[in-house]
């Protein structure tokens, strides 16, 4: 996605020209002046400030990308639209991490300048969009036929907006003066025949002397994509053979009792006989294969409705309103789950799955195929034949009314408004695929062989009915291979409808929001009217996500879940200046400044101020110097205060692992730190099972703990931009912006990570953080880990955004336009500790790590041709190369080409790690476009035309699989046809 700056003599051509802004809360028409006077530019609003101003161009970076630019390009929402400008990151919580779950799947989600989805605030028409308990705000809700432009703002604006507006401001502006009806249909899939998207919109409105009325509906569908469908996910660890697959397979291990050997069935021997098992090997075949079963982009489909309108009630008078309805129901899969049973039989209260009985009929070590030495055995076994499936089910309902004018004093205008937003999500979730621990302890204890010849649970003397419901029982043999016939197969329904579990929950968000808002001028100085806007604005926020009793005992492998409720409320009040200095002097054809303060009440930290400062000065006419100093903040979400705790088998790498670890060798592993024991010379990661991982970012065998966090505080940032914007005047057409930025935000409330308290622990040297693990002194195993919200921190970023925008001069052969945008960083560094003096700051620019990329360079180039009726649609988007740290050829070689490489800030002691470098990745979009005669226009076209991929990361940043989520999956073809009425 291209978008840059349209230049000022163009907007102000288009105001002139009586085409309608919709801003804020405000929106105006341009009423053509009676004859013979001159015409009167209207006052706006601009996203970023609540003062009304005749020149678009302020103190603040503002990207505005509108209607035609979107019906150019080939990404069908809003959000695929705003995730590929430049200054965005590819979001942590999306649709390609398979195992992202709750309230968010199946949304979509935007990360201004890789600062995390909480941190930009999301609006529609200047309100607050609304958001789940997490702080995620779904920017695909909004049906793109409504949408008329989006404004990014990319600075802070706390001080004008409130919390969450630290990395910036999305503002999506609807159509409100659209007159006549219009439909759209876009059909597309890639060229591996998957991954189909349809939409279809429909948009009809109404404009009368006093009134405006328009609707848009829209139906979206995509297909999911499954991993095994795609080379650099098919596998865990392409080109390594059973790398990273799980030893807990699908085909069922026994442990052997007598000596601790992983034993599988040889296919199509007697179950029931010792001498049928053979020893469990690492090849691919012995292993299973997660990403067989697991989806590479979820599936999601959305209805959604927008109806928006005003009234004048009088001249100076209007009222206006709007209502969304959005239904979104998305699915995600992932493998089946990798059962492994405790020591002994039973269920115990702590939620551990015991031994297969020495009773069951199963067991070929019991009691009923070895009388003279019966035992009880371990086993393990994937449920390969219910992958585990998460539908979410999510309905929003937001409403916006008020009543806005303007009336006069002392010959001064005034303009006011007042309103009220209400924003609901109501969703449901069901989760399968996952095991009834206690059903399924039964179903592997006592069990015999009936007169009928058919396995059945308990004993002769005191049998249990088989099937499966309230008091019945089936047997379950996990040592059947899957696809096999043998007896106790979870293929049987009967042990499916008996072991298996549904998991169900509950959740709502809501907020309710008042404001009072008022701008005008006081007086006049020699440069222009001293401007003002002030207000109040009154805000509710509360939920709950609540799962069903079974879930919340642990009683499956779902794990435990607690519920979440609460809430809180604020009070705000804002005053804004804007005051010119100089006008229409040499070398200060304008110098104007702009002052905003914002003072926050609320009912759970207390009370917070937010100040910016801002200034305009255009030395010549056609140049533009601008800069901002801004404080911000983000207050604890819903979820942070009041989420309940919750377990999980984590993905992580074990930095002492002495094969992938990165501090492998350290005196702090070998001889212990912080507390913890050291680890064996040659330790190795335990996965699933048990079994030493066989790559890196293994998951963990034993559950780890997450929660909430009351005792959170807000984060607190500062954030500053200068930029010059060059509009020259012998080039007509021509507009260039160059702005630099620098973010940092103080008291990170972090959603910490299992990798993150490790690598600070032992590569970063931060001993507070090793007190939130355990290892096994004689293994060196880390067997408890609990990790929650955290203010702990700072995240700093800094760079410039570069922007073209030159409209040639119009050709025999056509209109040529060329956009260019690229944000080029110089800084992206964070310390996890500050209160610690040994506490290094992390670089992270170029890095590919498992918490997202941080590119040097990311540039779009766009160059769109029109002809007549006909035009083309060429974009380019441009990615800088990464490097991540060495998995293979630690020594050197084509998967470790820096083997060298050193980062004192990465290292205890200032050492060397390996690194690996890849080059940049660039994707190329065509579209081809034809205006038919029926008032139609059809497009045809082609992302990533030449179906680039990037290359295989095994630290799979922002990703499930061993690749960033943020580059193409393929070729993508489609199609689109848009009919006006």
């Known amino acids: 996605m291209n978008t840059a700056f349209t230049s000022a003599r163009r907007r102000r051509q288009l105001l002139a020209t009586a085409i309608s802004l919709v801003l804020a809360q405000q929106a105006f028409a341009q009423d053509a002046a009676p004859a013979g006077e001159e015409t009167k530019l209207e006052s706006i609003v601009v996203t970023g400030s609540r003062i009304r101003h005749v020149d678009w161009e302020t103190a603040q970076p503002v ?68 958001s789940g308990n997490d702080g995620l705000q779904d920017v695909a809700s909004i049906p793109t036929g409504a949408v008329e432009r989006i404004e990014v703002l990319k600075d802070g604006a706390s001080s004008i907006y409130g919390s969450d507006a630290i990395a910036g401001v999305v503002n999506i502006i609807t159509r409100t003066r659209f007159d006549g009806a219009e439909a759209n249909v876009y059909l597309g899939q890639y060229d591996e025949d998957d991954g189909q998207q349809e939409s279809y919109d429909f948009t009809l409105g109404s404009v009368s002397d006093r009134s405006t009325l328009s609707m848009t509906a829209q139906y979206v569908k995509e297909d999911p994509v499954f991993a095994k469908d795609r080379p650099f996910s098919a596998v865990p660890r392409p080109g390594h053979g059973s790398d990273g697959m799980s030893p807990t397979s699908q085909h069922g291990v026994l442990i052997d009792p007598r000596d601790g050997r992983r034993l599988t069935l040889i296919p199509g021997a007697d179950p029931y006989d010792i001498a049928s098992y053979r020893p469990q090997t690492t090849s691919v075949a012995d292993r299973a294969n997660s990403n067989e079963q697991m989806m590479l982009l979820s599936g999601m489909e959305r209805t959604s409705l927008f109806v928006n309108g005003s009234y004048n009630l009088t001249d100076s008078i209007t009222f206006r309103a709007d209502a969304l309805y959005n239904k979104r129901e998305s699915e995600v899969q992932v493998a089946g789950y990798p059962l492994s049973s405790g020591a002994s039989y039973g269920f115990s209260p702590t939620g551990e799955l015991g031994a297969m009985s020495v009773d069951s009929y199963y067991n070929p070590f019991g009691r009923w195929h070895n009388p003279t030495n019966p035992q009880e055995v371990r086993f393990e076994r994937r449920g390969w034949e219910v992958p585990r499936v998460s539908t979410n089910s999510l309905q929003t309902y937001r409403f916006t009314a008020g009543f806005d004018g303007h009336f006069e004093v002392f010959g001064r205008e005034w303009n006011w408004d007042v309103g009220y937003t209400y924003n609901r999500n109501d969703g449901t979730q069901r989760q399968t695929g996952n095991f009834n621990l206690i059903n399924l302890s039964q179903a592997i204890g006592p069990s ?362 119009e050709f025999s052969f056509g209109d040529i336009v060329v956009r260019w945008d690229t944000t080029y960083l110089t800084k992206y560094e964070s310390n996890a500790d500050p209160r610690d003096p040994d506490s290094p700051v992390n670089p992270s620019i170029g890095e590919a790590a498992t918490t997202g990329a941080v590119f040097r360079i990311k540039s779009n180039l766009n160059v769109d041709w029109t002809f007549g009726d006909f035009g083309v649609n060429w974009g380019t988007r441009y990615f800088s190369g990464l490097r991540e740290r060495c998995t293979y050829n630690l020594s050197g070689g084509p998967e470790c080409n820096d083997p060298n490489y050193g980062s004192p800030a990465d290292t205890p002691n200032g050492g060397f790690y390996p690194v690996n470098r890849f080059g940049a990745n660039t994707f190329h979009d065509l579209a081809v476009r034809w205006n038919t005669p029926w008032k139609g226009r059809v497009t045809l076209g082609a992302n990533n035309v030449f179906d680039h991929l990037g290359p295989v990361m095994y630290r799979t940043p922002n990703s499930q699989f061993a690749y960033y989520s943020g580059y193409d999956i393929g070729r993508f073809y489609y199609v689109r046809y848009q009919q006006t009425f």
């Open 63 to 130: 990207l505005a990308i509108d209607r035609e630019q979107i019906q150019k390009q080939g990404f069908n929402s809003v959000a695929d639209i705003l995730n590929k400008i430049t200054s965005s990151g590819d979001p942590a919580f999306s649709r390609s991490r398979p195992l992202s779950s709750g309230e968010g799947a199946g949304g979509s989600y935007l990360d201004l300048r890789n600062l995390g989805v909480n941190r930009t605030l999301i609006l529609l028409n200047g309100k607050r969009l609304g």
């Open 448 to 809: 015999f062989l009936n007169s009928q010849g058919v396995v059945q649970c308990g004993t002769p003397d005191n049998p249990i009915p088989l099937g499966a419901g309230p008091g019945l029982c089936t047997p379950f043999n996990p040592f059947s291979p899957f696809g096999s016939n043998v007896p106790g197969s979870a293929a049987n329904p009967d042990v499916r409808n008996s072991v298996y579990t549904v998991g169900q929950a509950m959740y709502q968000s809501r907020m309710i929001d008042y404001a009072a808002n008022l701008t005008g001028t006081l007086f006049e100085l020699p440069a222009g009217d001293l401007a003002i806007a002030g207000g109040w604005e009154h805000r509710q926020e509360s939920g709950f996500f609540s799962p069903d009793a079974f879930a919340q005992t642990g009683a499956s492998t779902d794990l435990a879940n607690g519920p979440t409720k609460g809430g809180y409320s604020l009070d705000e009040y804002y005053v804004e200046l804007d005051i010119p200095v100089f006008k229409e002097l040499p070398f200060a054809r304008e110098l104007s400044f702009n002052v905003a303060s914002r003072y926050t009440d609320t009912s759970t930290f207390g009370d917070t101020t937010n100040n910016k400062y801002g200034f305009r000065w255009k030395p010549l006419e056609d140049v533009l110097v601008r800069g901002t100093w801004a404080e911000g903040f983000r207050a604890p979400t819903i979820a942070d205060l009041y989420g309940g705790t919750s377990q999980s088998f984590e993905y992580f790498t074990d930095p002492c692992d002495s094969r992938y670890g990165g501090a492998r060798g350290s005196s702090a592993c070998l001889n212990g730190f912080g507390g913890q024991p050291g680890v064996p010379v040659n330790f190795q990661q335990p996965c699933q099972g048990g079994a030493p991982c066989t790559g890196p970012d293994g998951q963990s065998p034993v559950p780890f703990v997450s929660g909430s966090n009351p005792n959170l505080t807000p984060e607190t940032s500062k954030s500053k931009t200068v930029g010059i914007v060059y509009s020259p005047r012998f080039i007509d057409g021509l507009d260039i912006n160059l702005d630099w930025f620098d973010f940092k935000i103080d008291n990170l409330i972090t959603a910490d990570s299992v990798d993150g308290i490790m690598e600070d622990c032992y590569v970063r040297g931060i001993a507070a953080r090793c007190s939130l693990f355990r290892r096994d002194a004689a293994t060196g195993m880390v067997n408890q880990l609990q990790y929650g919200g955290q203010n702990l921190g700072w995240l700093k970023t800094q760079g410039f955004d570069i922007g073209l925008n030159y409209r040639l001069p």
